[in-house]
């Protein structure tokens, strides 16, 4: 039966904030994101990731309930939302609840003014998710709070400020802090009668039942509103074998982004049979049921089956609230049918569970198992739903999964784990138990012999576990993958089988240190605590204040650059990139491209009119070509291939992943510093530098050690990827790209193009986010997006994906060192040779070996050092300069060596530290005589405040008293050689007549660290006028020429110092009039007198300081303590707490400077224990070029407990206004987790006797490394 054309409507009705739209035969593939973005200009609602992973995106949605006539109310990733699913719905975004001109929200308010928002990318989506939460619960608890934040990414913040501000609403929260918002307040912005016409009249046949069918370029989409049409739908696509897709909430499209092309896609939301529910026992849904209804029913149901506790505290681990919102179970469920290694977490504890799923189609009705399921051929058919039962009193039932992060993570591995014992019989298993795995492998479901061997047996009975875990790791064969090793797969699941094994056994059943297997991780609600001092009398300036554009950037109305708006004949590019590495192109195919919709051009490297190269000098010996498009050779996969323009963005990507690309003369990929060595591949000759005589001390030296420690890369991953705008105009071209550096992107856009540098005007408002990966970052993507402009001569807009970006654009350098080191018997260091490998990818356009002896003894002193660094060439993207870059890597490892000196001598790292600190006068190994060294203070005084005796002595005897939880506590250092002369950074300041007010532009970029409220604050208070009378515009090429990039940590505060000599040189020339006027008059009236007597009232300076000598202006000093606590059996680990003690000088913004602390720090998290990058060994591919696999940290990866004070009394005499760098200096303390996580690691080794050697824990110590350290082994698994 074919269902005929006037069954459905073809238009779709909805709101937005209030209004009405009616948009009729929309495109099947657009998304509500693209819609409200390109559509609306609604671009408070942000895109990054387009896979639900990141937050940005987050709106809220209210709907009618098609069950009981209610309506239902959520957050939703746009990216992901089908616009063709939303007919019938009120859909609020962050301008939807406030903006400047009608008042902020409470939300947007508090998140500001709580120094909640940097670069600001993140907090639209942060707000509009507390929305949701309050919309549903006005009175939370902080935890609840918290747990309602796991699918949002912040990358500046580190999390707690804006953790703080959302607990302020919390009914538990201290009433001094905010308190729960009044219900009226939370919505007073909001149309009060959404879904309403404004006269009050509903819109006909608008309720979100009604039956759609939109068609657009080969592709329709069906949503039927009964059973019947949509079997009707079914047999038709499938007896036509069209290519079709059953779509709920379609967040299988951020997980699996290549499956497809379908032709039809049919939204089952809106037949009711498929949304029943069924609480009592058994529980059963229907199968449009989303994760988070599921949840529920579950949670409600828990005192009827502890089943049903244990499983909804499993699927509150699965994705993220807003995926769970409306992805359903079942669609989770068609995943692993469609890729059977999908580590299905709904599929892992319902199979345990005994759950069954009933399919139907027009003919037919089944009920199997889930493991039957898998077998079953799907076409034609559909899930109709889910039954649980309850369990008996007898079973046991244990859930597990371990995720390489803290939360919105798929498993490494899963498990279901269900026993029915007799303990009035010496506790035997009944009946054969559920055993059932995920992760493992894709054929391995249940664990059938050791479910066999344990049926009938005393599992008191130590043989009984024995024999089970023989069986179990014969049947364990896990599949091969880059991604996680085959041993720690087999080892994972083995412990968590033990783990279920002896939770069945009973903890009165095991000795004290086993039944540490037992007890969870368990973090609390996180606390934080901030200390500084400020000075009233220099405020503004030294005032603590949020950004003064945090509010714009809550309420969504600060404009980054691709929410520009758009012109009338703009049109989109995207790159076309290699799948291969070390290869030569052999043809480009663009025939299916241009057929694609939207299809406008298609460039390769002989349409570029200037040079075919995007790189511009810097540190490199020489500058080395990186070509813009390749020309033949590809280096790296990722690497640019061609440039495809389109009418909109998602056709341009849509077009890119068309092209066909062949490739010749193939060859194996050197992908590591290991392969360059091997291969004798460098880009420069080995880089030199010695102090004393380091071979005669290591040789006379008492004691000796050698070893290799490496770190691996880390992607920059703003929150922004990088975009660019270029307009042609009569006379050059009009560049706006989201960069740190405008002076980098003219000279790079002029060499493509070949149009000179004036007839190019550059400029950036602010970026999303950068670290650094903004500067040679941005080259390439506005260098094509200026060839496809130039090309067209129209008005190109290049915004990368962000998989694209993460394959072809620059990241962190890897680094491995091999050294040796000569001490006495003290741990006092005698002599170090320091052999440094840095992997620059395919050019060495950035490498930062020579800078690195300035940074390679931290805070310690040896009379002899040897330090050689070399460059090697690998066929991957080549690296950048990202947050510290080298640096981080350098003081890790100079800090990896006091943790082998103080094994080696059997004494504690900590004094190892101490005893090796400099002191004013001696000389670091770069050349320069200490006069500001304030380390031995803040170490003496944070080692006190912290604490740090007394808490080592009880991690000392917990370790000693558990097997299989252990906790470590490390302290680390910190010197950061703040080198300014490099930079140069052109300001100006001008003074309007008319009314006094005073706009400032200045060479720095502001990217989320405050660099405009610092100028302000500064401006305000020189001047002597109000900061509300200071205004800064974005920065550009015109009034800030020739400035360099926006980084070193020094950006700030050489603008301050620019702004500072700016509004004294006006000053000089106001002053006289002052007087003239008595001394006193008001500020609009000496501006006006100023005016007319002719006094210039703007000034420009270059702030620029040539050094004197190579070494640094000064140092900023700092110290760090973190304490961790870890599970043995999986790796998995907490930051219990982390006190940071950091020399900031005098703070122009202690509150801005307090976020730079914490969010670096959090940074460094991610660079130390997280954030892992792999690459497929056969075609040199990035495989974790997204957030399913590519992993920052979350709101619970950070310290439960972090705590940070600004050094008091320590003003710079190094620096006009008295501060210090503070944008990367705190990441190098990150390290200090993943030593105090070495601790616990030793402490399991050494229970273990396999391993009290010394041994390295390279970065990132991933959940895997951490677990594989500690040499479990499954003969140690006892009770």
């Not at 899963?414 to 010496?426: E, H, K, T």
């Not at 023989?470 to 996680?484: C, F, G, I, R």
């Not at 390769?604 to 200037?610: E, H, L, P, R, S």
């Not at 504690?908 to 304030?934: A, E, W």
């Amino acid at each position: 039966m074919s269902l005929q054309p006037a069954t459905f409507q073809e238009d779709l009705t909805f709101w937005v904030n209030g209004r009405c739209h009616v948009v009729p035969n929309p495109d099947p593939l657009m998304t509500l994101n693209e819609w409200l973005r390109s559509q609306r200009g609604l671009t408070g609602t942000k895109v990054m990731c387009g896979e639900g992973g990141c937050g940005c995106c987050v709106v809220m949605v209210t709907h009618p309930d098609t069950t009981n006539g209610g309506k239902l109310s959520y957050t939703v990733n746009s990216c992901l939302c089908p616009l063709c699913s939303v007919d019938g719905w009120t859909i609020t975004t962050v301008e939807g609840l406030g903006v400047q001109k009608a008042g902020f929200h409470p939300i947007q308010r508090r998140l500001a003014d709580f120094n909640g928002s940097q670069c600001g990318y993140c907090s639209p989506g942060m707000v509009v998710n507390m929305y949701g939460l309050l919309s549903a619960n006005p009175q939370p608890s902080q935890q609840e709070v918290e747990n309602h934040f796991d699918g949002h990414i912040c990358r500046c913040t580190g999390y707690r400020p804006i953790l703080d501000a959302m607990k302020s609403f919390a009914a538990d929260a201290d009433p001094e802090k905010g308190g729960c918002i009044d219900i009226e307040d939370l919505g007073k912005h909001l149309c009060p009668t959404p879904g309403e016409v404004c006269n009050g009249a509903a819109v006909n046949g608008v309720n979100g039942t009604r039956s759609l069918r939109c068609s657009q370029n080969g592709v329709t989409w069906y949503s039927p509103t009964t059973l019947e049409q949509l079997y009707s739908l079914l047999e038709q696509h499938s007896s036509s074998q069209d290519r079709y897709k059953l779509v709920c909430g379609n967040t299988a499209a951020g997980v699996y982004k290549n499956d497809g092309p379908y032709t039809c896609l049919i939204d089952i939301n809106a037949v009711p049979d498929l949304r029943t529910c069924q609480a009592s026992p058994p529980l059963a849904v229907g199968s449009a049921v989303s994760l988070s209804t599921l949840v529920d029913l579950l949670q409600t149901g828990s005192d009827r089956s502890p089943f049903y506790s244990t499983l909804a505290k499993h699927l509150l681990k699965v994705a993220n609230v807003s995926v769970r919102n409306v992805g359903s179970w079942a669609g989770n469920l068609m995943m692993k049918h469609a890729h059977p290694e999908f580590p299905s977490d709904v599929f892992t504890i319902m199979e345990a569970a005994g759950a069954k799923v009933t399919l139907g189609s027009r003919n037919d009705f089944q009920t199997m198992a889930l493991n039957d399921f898998l077998e079953t051929t799907m076409s034609g058919k559909v899930i109709l739903s889910l039954e649980i039962p309850p369990g008996s009193p007898d079973e046991i039932f244990q859930t597990y999964k371990v995720a390489p992060r803290s939360q919105n993570a798929h498993a490494y591995v899963n498990a279901g784990f269900r026993m029915s014992l007799n303990r009035q019989s010496d506790v035997t298993v009944v009946t054969k138990p559920s055993i059932v795995f995920g992760g493992v492998n894709k054929d391995l479901v249940h664990a059938s012999a050791t479910e066999d061997f344990l049926v009938g047996r005393r599992i008191t009975d130590s043989e009984t576990l024995k024999g089970a875990l023989t069986k179990l790791e014969a049947e364990l064969q896990p599949d091969n993958s880059a991604l996680q090793s085959v041993q720690y797969t087999k080892q994972l699941a083995m412990g968590l089988f033990y783990k279920f094994y002896l939770s069945a056994v009973g903890s009165e059943s095991l000795s004290e240190p086993v039944r540490s297997a037992l007890e969870p991780l368990v973090r609390p609600v996180s606390l934080g605590e901030q200390h500084f001092q400020t000075k009233e009398s220099e405020w503004p300036v030294r005032k603590p204040m949020p950004k003064t554009s945090a509010r714009v950037q809550a309420s969504g109305e600060a404009m980054y650059t691709n929410d520009l708006p758009r012109t009338a004949d703009e049109v989109c590019a995207a790159l076309v990139t290699s799948t291969m590495a070390s290869c030569k192109l052999g043809t480009v195919d663009f025939s299916h491209a241009m057929e694609m919709p939207g299809a406008v051009a298609c460039l390769t490297a002989k349409d570029i009119k200037g040079e075919n190269n995007c790189n511009v000098p810097f540190l490199a010996p020489v500058t080395p070509t990186i070509e813009l498009l390749s020309s033949g050779e590809v280096l790296h996969a990722g690497q640019p291939l061609a440039i495809v323009i389109a009418d909109t963005q998602s056709h341009a990507d849509a077009m890119a992943k068309a092209v066909k690309v062949t490739y010749t003369d193939l060859k194996p990929p050197i992908l590591t510093i290991q392969d360059a060595i091997a291969a004798e591949s460098f880009h420069y000759p080995a880089f030199e530098v010695a102090k004393g005589d380091p071979k005669g001390a290591l040789t006379g030296a008492p004691h000796r050690v050698s070893g290799e420690v490496s770190s691996n890369t880390q992607h920059h991953f703003y929150m922004e990827t990088q975009v660019c705008r270029c307009t042609p105009l009569e006379d050059g071209m009009e560049v706006q790209s989201a960069t740190q550096s405008t002076d980098m992107v003219q000279t790079s856009v002029a060499q493509a193009t070949g149009i000179s540098a004036h007839r190019l005007y550059v400029s950036v408002k602010r970026v999303g986010g950068a670290f650094g990966g903004k500067t040679f970052g941005s080259l390439l993507p506005a260098a094509a997006c200026a060839v496809a402009a130039q090309n067209i001569n129209r008005p190109v807009r290049l915004s990368l994906n962000l998989g694209t970006n993460m394959e072809a654009i620059t990241k962190r350098a890897p680094y491995v060192l091999k050294y040796e080191v000569g001490f006495d018997d003290e741990g006092r260091l005698l002599a170090v040779v320091y052999n440094l490998y840095e992997d620059n990818g395919s050019s060495a356009q950035c490498s930062f070996i020579p800078i690195l002896p300035a940074f390679a003894d931290n805070v310690y002193y040896c009379p002899n050092w040897q330090f050689t660094g070399q460059t090697c060439k690998t066929h991957t993207v080549p690296t950048t300069m990202t947050r510290a870059p080298g640096i981080s890597a350098v003081h890790f490892f100079t800090e990896h060596i006091m943790e082998h000196v103080g094994k080696v001598l059997n004494m504690d790292p900590t004094d190892i530290r101490r005893v090796n600190m400099f002191h004013n006068g001696q000389t670091t190994l770069s050349g320069h005589t200490l006069l500001d060294c304030s380390i031995t203070k803040l170490w003496d005084d944070l080692v006190a405040s912290a604490q740090v005796k007394q808490r080592k002595q009880e991690i000392e005897v917990c370790n000693k008293e558990n097997r299989w939880k252990k906790r470590g506590l490390s302290v680390v250092p910190c010197r950061f050689a703040v080198h300014s002369g490099f930079f140069r950074f052109t300001v100006f300041v001008a003074i309007y007549h008319s009314d006094g007010s005073v706009v400032v532009t200045h060479g720095g970029t502001e990217m989320g660290q405050g660099i405009d409220t610092k100028v302000t604050q500064v401006a305000a208070a020189t001047l002597g006028v109000p900061m509300e009378t200071v205004h800064v515009m974005s920065t550009n090429s015109l009034t800030s020429t020739n400035s360099t990039d926006t980084g070193g940590s020094v950006t700030s505060e050489l603008n301050c110092q620019g702004v500072l000599e700016c509004c004294k040189r006006l000053n000089e020339r106001i002053n006289p009039i002052r007087q003239e006027m008595g001394g006193a008059p008001k500020w609009t009236e000496l501006i006006n007198m100023c005016h007319r007597k002719g006094v210039d009232l703007s000034e420009k300076y270059m702030e620029h300081h040539p050094p004197k000598t190579p070494h640094p202006a000064y140092n900023s000093w700092g110290v760090t303590c973190t304490e961790v606590e870890m599970d043995v059996l999986t790796g998995e680990r907490e930051i219990t707490r982390s006190d940071i003690l950091f020399d900031c000088g005098e703070s122009v913004n202690p509150a801005l400077d307090i976020g730079q602390v914490e969010g670096a720090f959090v940074f460094g998290l991610g660079y130390w224990l997280t954030e892992k990058c792999v690459y497929d060994r056969d075609t040199g591919r990035l495989l974790t070029n997204g957030t399913w696999e590519y992993k920052p940290p979350t709101t619970k990866d950070i310290p439960a407990d972090l705590r940070v004070t600004l050094l008091p009394n320590a003003p710079n005499p190094f620096n006009i206004i008295r501060s210090k760098a503070v944008g990367e200096p705190p990441l190098l303390m990150s390290c200090s987790a993943l030593f105090a996580l070495r601790q616990a690691v030793q402490s399991a080794r050494e229970d273990s006797g396999l391993g009290d050697d010394f041994f390295p824990l390279d970065g990132p110590a991933t959940v895997e490394a951490c677990h594989q350290q500690c040499l479990v082994d499954s003969s140690s698994f006892t009770m």
